[in-house]
């Protein structure tokens, strides 16, 4: 279907839903309708790359599958924001990491936030479809690669009761290059599943659209407005040809879409309130925008005597809740990062010679990261807004809690990786710490903490649009229906009130299932 093509069926009123990105969230909704008898569209901003695209290249990757050409960044530019921007969003270039939601975050989201019917029983049938489709099985012994075995390693050693994870793929060959796009199609993301499943039920996916606003009445969303984009994001059906195949240009430049039963956001955590802050409509109360959560994670290294080459093999295995729930204290969790070079080198500390020094030593480094558990407790988390020339910006404050959380989890990364044997242990700050031993992990408490004081990213973004029993506290009801638009559903991480405590992709599938199951129903 080409763009103007789009327009037709919109005019000619057999559009039944709109679905806005087509991720983990998006792919699963538009399947579902789609599959119930639903004439749906689905819009995304992204490019349809595919397995014959990805070749396995940092410095083509970021700028193709990343949001802001991998760029993307708090406000104040102290912590990186991995998110995915193409055809299958993030799961595109995940790292395989598959969870089922922690039945404290589910219950804590009834208990103070008034999700209803959202517990282990209402999701577990939606997971298990989920993990059918995506080939999701037990931990594998065999995918934990030397990077992933040290973490297992210093975990036993500590008692700490290390897990292997569950991963999304099917005949993996354990290439390493999950964050670029795999090459042998054997990531289950929803470019693979989930996005054909949809096209095969008789949807239709545009490319190379940027929606610009929702055009509400009332209480209904009316329109979906969206511009094709120049760049090589030229808008066509997703399934034409291969990822770098382009085109002829679009007839036109302005899009609108009427669909006739309603639209589902599900452009992510930051996408989303994003939109309906610019659209300028659905939010009365003032919580569009507010509480996004970001995992933010703090990464430590350590130098072994071995070689690690921890950008092969599967790039997280292996994952340590020990802790998780520390009571009044802000949780974390604890798993690896692969460390590729491009993405090594902005995460290392330093410039000019001692910053080549380090990354000499790349085969011999290995990564442990720790994902602080956000919005648990008494942080408000982020808030996004919308700028009038369009761009996003995410406010996110350190807070004491975030301050005391990274301090003991560093010095937990640090025993840990000693105990695996480390010879050296560094931290990333800017003027980094080097342990050479469990006498010099006290020195950690002292050194500083803040903004742009030591490297802090996220690959997990969620909040922003939370749903709650509360019209007046929350964006959307427990089944991700608009307070204020009877028409318009969310389906992506940004209903989650909180952070989810684990990696997300699992869950998001599943809410935006069950979510989905409904708005078929309505």
């Known amino acids: ?49 595919t397995r014959h695209d990805f070749n ?79 080939s999701v099985g037990p931990g594998n012994p065999d995918d934990v690669n030397a990077n992933n075995r040290k973490l297992l390693e210093g975990a036993r050693a500590l008692g700490w009761g290390p897990e292997l994870i569950p991963r999304s793929v099917k005949g993996c060959a354990r290439l390493g290059y999950c964050g670029m796009g795999c090459p042998l199609d054997a990531k289950q993301s929803a470019l693979v599943t989930f996005v054909p499943d949809a096209v095969a039920a008789g949807a239709d996916v545009l490319t190379g659209c940027r929606v610009t606003r929702i055009e509400a009445d009332g209480r209904r969303a009316t329109a979906v407005h969206a511009d094709t984009l120049d760049e090589e994001t030229t808008p066509r059906r997703a399934g034409q040809g291969h990822g770098h195949e382009r085109a002829s240009p679009p007839a036109r430049r302005a899009l609108t879409f009427h669909p006739r039963r309603g639209v589902v956001l599900a452009g992510g955590a930051i996408n989303t309130p994003a939109l309906l802050l610019r659209s300028k409509v659905g939010n009365r109360n003032g919580r569009v925008g507010r509480r996004t959560f970001l995992h933010p994670a703090v990464p430590i290294v350590g130098f072994f005597r071995e070689p690690i ?23 974390y969790f604890l798993e ?58 995410l406010a996110y404050p350190l807070s004491a809690l975030h301050r005391e959380a990274f301090v003991d989890a560093l010095e937990n990364l640090a025993r840990l990786l000693f105990a695996a044997g480390a010879a050296e242990v560094m931290t990333l700050h800017t003027d980094p710490l080097v342990l050479r ?34 019209p007046a506290a929350s964006v959307v009801n427990s089944v991700g229906r608009h307070h204020q638009l009877d028409n318009l559903w969310i389906a992506d991480g940004s209903v989650f009130p909180t952070s989810l405590g684990i990696n997300p992709q699992m869950t998001i599938y599943a809410v935006a299932r069950l979510i989905a199951t409904a708005v078929a129903r309505s």
């Open 437 to 470: 031993g469990v006498g010099d992990i006290p020195r950690i408490k002292a050194a500083p903490f803040g903004p742009n004081l030591h490297t802090l990213f996220s690959a997990h973004q969620m909040g922003g649009c939370a749903m709650g029993s509360d």
């Open 336 to 393: 690896t990062a692969p460390v590729h070079p491009m993405l090594a080198s902005i995460a290392f500390p330093g410039f000019g010679d001692p910053h080549r020094r380090i990354a000499e030593r790349l085969p011999h480094v290995q990564a442990t990261i720790a994902l602080a558990i956000d919005g648990h407790h008494s942080d408000e988390g982020g808030t996004v807004r919308a700028d009038d020339d369009g761009r996003i910006r």
């Open 309 to 331: 080459e921890a950008y092969y093999g599967a790039p997280q295995s292996v994952a340590c809740q020990h802790f998780a729930d520390r009571g009044e204290r802000m949780g």
């Open 56 to 134: 396995m290249q940092e410095a083509w990757a970021y700028p193709a599958l990343y949001q802001d050409r991998g760029n993307r960044a708090t406000d104040d530019l102290s912590i990186m924001i991995l998110q995915g921007r193409s055809v299958g969003g993030g799961t595109t270039i995940n790292w395989t990491s598959s969870f089922r939601a922690p039945a404290r975050t589910l219950a804590l989201w009834a208990s103070r936030h008034g999700v209803r019917g959202l517990d282990q029983e209402a999701l577990a049938p939606h997971f298990a479809a989920v993990e059918e489709r995506l």
């Open 1 to 49: 279907m080409a763009a103007s093509e789009g327009s037709e069926v919109a005019a000619a009123g057999e559009l039944d839903f709109v679905v806005v990105g087509c991720g983990a969230g998006g792919s699963i909704a538009a399947a579902t309708l789609a599959q119930a008898g639903a004439r749906v569209l689905v819009l995304e901003e992204g490019v349809h790359h």
